[in-house]
């Protein structure tokens, strides 16, 4: 991890103590210990084993893709690889630093670059397509909640919503349309030449077409493999809704026992979904803010709400960056794939 890198973690660390600080300025510390004595220790290791369920399903995911193409990919590699995603993109704006970190941890291993590309495109097209699936029925079950309390986090909500669908809508233009989503793409991007040179223009619209047809071809790919792409499905699939459990554990571990479990998860899948709004790496401040916006209606008791985000950022934002960093020091193993067509 180069030291910029490190700085931001540090950094990220520190801001997330002080938002912690700020949250508990009008809660009496005694009050707060005794919840932390009387937390039920076996409902916060669930939740603790939702999100280790969540980073291994992922790491079985790549796994999968990758040896269907290369031979003796282990899964001490292929579970570095989400590892290294959570470290990078809890460390970027917008968790952009989450592709390009993973397929780093690939080409360490001596996986062709392009297969590699091609398997975390794949990943990543299932993967959001879920998202948008989920957050559709999480908008069906949970919005009027949300819009009745929260008429500010309601607006941030349908404008998530609708980035993730116009990103699924062109992933699918340009699996099932090339032509007409580099004629599109041309339009929209023809914008750019008026702040750069012509030389610096045509090579990005170059490697904007380049992706276009990569991902053109890795479709036509997968799409002759109906059965790996249903395992896909279905492995993302539960590895979200374990993901998306964690705060009704967290819930139950502080005595919180009346919350429907549905309408929980509900809120949580668009608690992520605002998240990815926010330009602050991890989405701090506004992770925290959303959290205790929509949950203290089930946590009457502004001790536990606060010990519930607390307990809930460890672990779906610390946890990940930790085992990321730990997971970025390891020495891979490694695969000849160099002189194999991707």
Same mark, same amino acid.
Request: proline share 3%; aromatic share 14%.
């Given at each position: 991890?180069?030291?910029?890198?490190?700085? #931001?973690?540090?950094?990220?660390?520190?801001?997330?103590?002080?938002?912690?600080?700020?949250?508990?300025?009008?809660?009496?510390?005694?009050?707060?210990?005794?919840?932390?004595?009387?937390?039920?220790?076996?409902?916060?290791?669930?939740?603790?084993?939702?999100?280790?369920?969540?980073?291994?399903?992922?790491?079985?995911?790549? &796994?999968?893709?990758? %040896?269907?193409?290369?031979? =003796?990919? #282990?899964?001490?590699?292929?579970?570095?690889?989400?590892?290294?995603?959570?470290?990078?993109?809890?460390?970027?704006?917008?968790?952009?630093?989450?592709?390009?970190?993973? @397929?780093?941890?690939?080409?360490?291993? !001596?996986?062709? /670059? /392009?297969?590699?590309?091609? +398997?975390?495109?794949?990943?990543?097209?299932?993967?959001?397509?879920?998202?948008? +699936?989920?957050?559709?029925?999480?908008?069906?079950?949970?919005? =009027?909640?949300?819009?009745?309390?929260?008429?500010?986090?309601?607006?941030?909500?349908?404008? !998530?919503? @609708?980035? =993730?669908?116009? +990103?699924?809508?062109?992933?699918?233009?340009?699996?099932?349309?090339?032509?007409?989503?580099?004629?599109?793409?041309?339009?929209?991007?023809?914008?750019?030449?008026?702040?750069?040179?012509?030389?610096?223009?045509?090579?990005?619209?170059?490697?904007?077409?380049?992706?276009?047809?990569?991902?053109?071809?890795?479709? +036509?790919?997968? !799409?002759?493999?109906?059965?790996?792409?249903?395992?896909?499905?279905?492995?993302?699939?539960?590895?979200?809704?374990?993901?998306?459990?964690?705060?009704?554990?967290?819930?139950?571990? @502080?005595?919180?026992?009346?919350?429907?479990?549905?309408?929980?998860?509900?809120? =949580?899948?668009?608690?992520?979904?605002?998240? %990815?709004?926010?330009?602050?790496?991890?989405? %701090?401040?506004?992770?925290?803010?959303?959290?205790?916006?929509?949950?203290?209606?089930?946590?009457?008791?502004?001790? &536990?709400?606060?010990?519930?985000?607390?307990?809930?950022?460890?672990?779906?934002?610390?946890?990940?960056?930790?085992? /990321?960093?730990?997971?970025?020091?390891?020495?891979?193993? &490694?695969?000849?794939?160099?002189?194999?067509?991707?």
């Amino acid at each position: 991890m180069s030291r910029n890198n490190k700085i #931001t973690l540090l950094t990220m660390v520190i801001i997330g103590i002080a938002i912690i600080a700020y949250s508990m300025r009008d809660v009496k510390l005694s009050l707060l210990i005794h919840d932390v004595l009387t937390l039920n220790l076996w409902w916060i290791l669930v939740a603790f084993l939702c999100i280790c369920l969540y980073l291994l399903i992922e790491g079985v995911i790549t &796994k999968v893709l990758v %040896s269907n193409r290369v031979k =003796h990919f #282990t899964f001490k590699d292929a579970i570095r690889v989400p590892l290294v995603e959570q470290l990078f993109n809890g460390i970027t704006p917008f968790s952009s630093g989450g592709q390009p970190g993973q @397929l780093i941890v690939m080409l360490q291993t !001596g996986i062709d /670059g /392009g297969k590699a590309s091609s +398997v975390l495109l794949m990943k990543f097209v299932v993967y959001q397509a879920m998202i948008v +699936v989920n957050f559709f029925f999480s908008l069906v079950i949970g919005f =009027h909640f949300v819009a009745s309390r929260l008429q500010v986090l309601a607006l941030f909500v349908l404008f !998530g919503f @609708l980035i =993730h669908f116009f +990103v699924i809508v062109g992933l699918l233009l340009i699996m099932y349309w090339p032509t007409f989503t580099k004629k599109l793409a041309k339009l929209l991007f023809h914008p750019v030449k008026w702040f750069v040179k012509d030389e610096k223009f045509y090579s990005m619209q170059d490697t904007m077409y380049a992706k276009i047809d990569n991902l053109f071809e890795e479709s +036509v790919r997968i !799409g002759r493999q109906p059965k790996l792409l249903l395992k896909v499905v279905v492995l993302t699939f539960f590895q979200l809704s374990f993901y998306y459990l964690i705060p009704y554990f967290i819930m139950l571990a @502080l005595g919180v026992t009346g919350a429907n479990v549905i309408m929980v998860t509900s809120l =949580h899948i668009m608690i992520v979904m605002i998240i %990815s709004l926010f330009p602050i790496p991890g989405g %701090s401040g506004g992770a925290e803010f959303s959290f205790e916006s929509l949950f203290y209606s089930f946590i009457s008791s502004n001790s &536990k709400l606060v010990l519930a985000m607390i307990i809930w950022r460890i672990l779906t934002y610390y946890f990940g960056m930790a085992a /990321g960093a730990f997971a970025l020091a390891l020495k891979p193993d &490694k695969v000849d794939d160099s002189d194999k067509p991707a």
